[in-house]
């Protein structure tokens, strides 16, 4: 007995169409087209600049500076980063939850690069630019999460304030 040619193409596409967009995603989550924290900025509104950076220390910490950032509820924040250490850092933006999640993929595939709207992947001495929108309130954290780097100290909050 043959199968029917179009019975196996219907399943087929019905198998692919609900894994889809499982593995589009994984467990890094790239590719969601919304953020806790936000949502990218507007280039054509003003924003605010605040200068990001991410290094190491001669005692074994790392840092990203400032570890405080305070913002008000609809404001656009041009973040300019900086890494000025001797190692790739990242710098992503998002809730602590997701950020943890995303820390636990991170550690599973420690090679991952980031160029997404809320997060970007930085070899020593690069420089980039992150233009967000506080469309929440809430504490969100900006973090490295290549394995080590959070546990050393590469963390810290925005609070979006109403």
């Not at 179009?6 to 995603?25: D, K, N, T, Y």
């Not at 609809?74 to 939850?97: C, I, P």
């Not at 070899?123 to 233009?131: F, K, R």
């Amino acid at each position: 007995m043959t199968p029917n040619i179009g019975f196996v193409a219907a399943v087929i596409a019905l198998v692919a169409a609900a894994a889809g967009p499982a593995s589009a995603h994984g467990d890094h989550e790239h590719g969601r087209e919304t953020f806790a924290a936000g949502e990218p900025g507007d280039p054509a509104r003003p924003a605010k600049a605040v200068a990001v950076t991410l290094m190491e220390k001669p005692d074994g910490t790392m840092v990203i500076s400032p570890a405080r950032l305070e913002v008000t509820l609809g404001e656009q924040v041009r973040f300019e980063v900086k890494n000025a250490g001797k190692v790739t850092h990242e710098f992503m933006l998002d809730s602590v939850a997701h950020n943890a999640r995303h820390k636990l993929a991170m550690q599973k595939n420690p090679e991952m690069e980031h160029d997404d709207p809320n997060g970007k992947t930085l070899d020593p001495g690069a420089s980039t630019q992150i233009l967000w929108r506080f469309s929440r309130p809430g504490s969100f954290e900006f973090a490295c999460l290549i394995p080590g780097h959070y546990e050393a100290g590469m963390h810290g909050i925005v609070t979006v304030r109403q």
